[in-house]
Structure formats: structure tokens, C-alpha cells
């Protein structure tokens, strides 16, 4: 059973069916909820999606009311939590799990004057926005990294579930990690968990026993971190700088820095001037970030790091650029070609090279 703890921010200490009682629209703060799919915790993708909840409150300061629910489920407790949210005054709502979608989209159709952002999802209201950020960028920087690093030439990748976001992370980070060893070789795990450290932790020590020197995560917890650090191998943070759980073991870490855009939001409301949009910005608009990197790595390997990672910033390099077959060896990117928008957001294949089929 998830915990499901109700929080507020610090712009105000009541909870959330207090919005109801203010005396004034006039002087009332901007009531701003957040939804999140795991524990605030001090790691991870709802970590730094909180981290920039608290940076709306020290830009406003008593202009907003920021509250935040953790640990809701993607099933029916999202809408009953959203829908609570909506009644009781917000005016804006972020949804920060893929599987809040439809339940984001029914309680925004219902409650046409709150203004409601879903997080990687791709279905708009006129007062619903979507939002993401190109995490497919910085899985080709780390994938150039486990491509050299790997001494066994098996990078183990441990994955949530088969939704076109996460399968452009495995594909990205294993077309760049090929294109620096040729011999690697992609062991990958489903998880079928956003966050679940004792799954995750099965899953790590399931890739290690098999021959993985090197682990990737597309989960929430520091789990898979942690069992590196005590296993001896290396691995990548996921959403957030997990340094802390992993010293020797982390070689970098994707982090996701949600609070420019969170601000610009919230002011947009503020001004007026909120309208319903689409949002995909990567390494370039500074929402995909990575960690200092690690006192171990080699200069040669941290050199081609940066060296693609101010490439992708430039917009001189693409992770997904032809020749790219897919995994039963048809063509799916001529040479010179790269792929659009639209080919990654719906990316439901393999590419060629890796092994194991996809789920369904």
C-alpha cells in the first residue's frame, strides 16, 4: 500500500480543504498542487520535481501556496487525488507521472477554470498543458561514458515500463554506447515500477551476476546506486545527483531541473497569459542537466562526454542520426537522416543490436 502523505509548501501551513476558506479573492495567494507518483525523498525524478516546488516558493514568496500529495498510484487514487485537489481551490496543477494522463484529463474536462500541466504525457485541454524534457539527450552522453568504461563489454539497464519515453533512453544510450565499443552488448531488466527499491535492487544484482560492470536505471530509487557501490561497479544516477549513495560507483548523473519552467508557469497564471501548450526542452534549455563527473573517470572519456554533450547543446549532434536499422534489421534511418519529434514520441522498437524483445 502506497503512503500517501499530504504535505504543504512553505508559503502556508493548513491543508489542502483550507484553500475553501480565504476571505478574500482578492488577497488570496496563488494555490499551486503538485502530484507525485513516489517519495519526496533526497534522490530522484519526484525529489527534483520538489526541489522545484520549493523554488516557486522562494521566487513568489506569499503570492503562492504551493501543496504537494506523494506517493499516489497511477490507478484510481490519481483522480480521486486530482479531483480533491481541483475542489478545493487550486488554481494550478502539475501531474508528474506519465500514468496520471487520462486521470489528469477527465478532472481538467470537469474543472475548465483550474489550469492543469501533465508531466511526459502527450494529451492537451484547452486548459491542460503537457511537458517533458529530452532525457533521450543525456542517455547518449552516458552511454558514450559505459561504452568506454565497461571492462566486460555488458552494460546492464534496468527499465520501468515499455512506454516510448523509456525505450528512447535504452536506445539512445545503447546506439552511443556501440558506436565507442562495437563488442558492448545491452542486458536489459523491466522492472515494471517507477519506484520499488527492493525491485530494483533484485534487478541490479540480477545484471551484475550476469556479467554487468556497469548499470543504467530508468527507476526512481538510489537502490540500484547503492547495490553498485557495495558490488564494485559503476553506474548513473537517475533524475538526480545520487553521488551520495554511490561515491565510487556513480560515474554521472542524469538530472532533470524542472524549476525554470515550473516558475515561468506559475507566472504565466499570474499574468493572465497561461495558455495550453506543449513542452520538450533537453540539454540546450537547461531542463536535462548532468551531474559533476566522477574524480575517476578518465580525461579522454570525460573529454568525449563534454565533447557530445556541447555538441547536443549546439544542436551539432543528434543521438538518433542515420544509418539506424531497427531491430529486425529493417531501415529506419537513412544515412543523413535524423529522426523527428514525432518518430521518437511514438518510439516503440529496438534498434538493431539489442537483444531480447521488446514487452508489450
Known amino acids: 500500500m502506497n503512503l500517501i502523505r499530504v504535505c504543504v509548501g512553505a ?4 491543508g489542502l480543504a483550507l484553500g475553501a476558506l480565504a476571505t478574500s479573492a482578492a488577497e488570496d495567494p496563488l494555490k499551486v498542487g503538485f502530484v507525485y507518483v513516489g517519495p519526496t525523498g533526497d534522490f530522484g525524478w519526484t525529489h527534483e520535481h520538489d526541489l522545484a516546488r ?38 494550478l496543477i502539475f501531474t508528474t507521472s506519465f500514468g496520471y494522463m487520462n486521470p489528469t484529463v477527465k478532472v481538467a474536462k470537469l474543472f475548465p477554470d483550474v489550469k492543469f500541466e501533465h508531466a511526459t504525457g ?43 519515453e523509456v525505450v528512447r533512453g535504452i536506445n539512445a544510450a545503447y546506439l552511443a554506447a556501440k558506436s565507442v565499443n562495437p563488442n558492448v552488448k545491452f542486458k536489459i531488466v523491466w522492472a515494471s515500477t517507477w519506484f520499488d527499491p527492493g525491485k530494483e535492487a533484485d534487478a541490479a544484482n540480477a545484471l551484475i551476476e550476469q556479467g554487468a560492470d556497469v548499470i543504467m536505471q530508468h527507476t526512481d530509487s538510489a537502490a540500484p546506486m547503492t547495490i553498485a557501490e557495495e558490488k564494485g561497479v559503476k553506474a548513473f544516477g537517475q533524475a538526480s545527483n545520487m553521488i551520495k549513495f554511490g561515491p565510487t ?25 497561461w495558455e495550453s501548450t506543449d513542452t520538450w526542452g533537453g540539454i540546450k534549455d537547461g ?7 566522477n574524480d575517476n573517470l578518465p580525461k579522454d572519456v570525460v573529454a568525449l562526454a563534454e565533447y ?18 531497427k531491430q529486425d534489421g529493417s531501415e529506419w534511418l537513412a544515412a543523413g537522416e535524423t529522426a523527428t519529434d514525432e518518430d521518437l514520441l511514438g518510439m516503440n522498437f529496438y534498434v538493431e543490436g539489442i537483444e531480447g524483445a521488446l514487452p508489450n
Open 11 to 14: 508559503a502556508a501551513a493548513m
Open 54 to 91: 520549493q523554488k516557486i516558493d522562494e521566487h513568489f514568496g506569499d503570492k503562492v501556496e504551493t501543496t504537494y500529495v506523494e506517493s499516489v498510484s497511477e490507478g484510481p487514487d490519481a483522480e480521486r487525488v486530482i479531483r480533491q485537489m481541483a475542489q478545493s481551490g487550486h488554481d
Open 122 to 164: 502527450f494529451k492537451r485541454e484547452t486548459n491542460l498543458s503537457t511537458y517533458s524534457a529530452r532525457f533521450y539527450e543525456g542517455r547518449h552522453v552516458i552511454g558514450l561514458i559505459a561504452g568506454k568504461m565497461t571492462k566486460t563489454n555488458t552494460i546492464g539497464y534496468i527499465a520501468s515500463f515499455p512506454i516510448p
Open 249 to 273: 560507483a556513480q560515474l554521472t548523473s542524469i538530472i532533470d531541473n524542472w524549476a525554470p519552467y515550473y516558475i515561468e508557469r506559475v507566472q504565466a497564471v499570474m499574468d493572465g497569459t
Open 287 to 293: 531542463m536535462v542537466v548532468l551531474a559533476p563527473y
Open 308 to 325: 557530445a554533450r556541447l555538441g547536443i547543446q549546439l544542436g551539432k549532434i543528434h543521438p538518433f542520426a542515420g544509418p539506424i536499422n
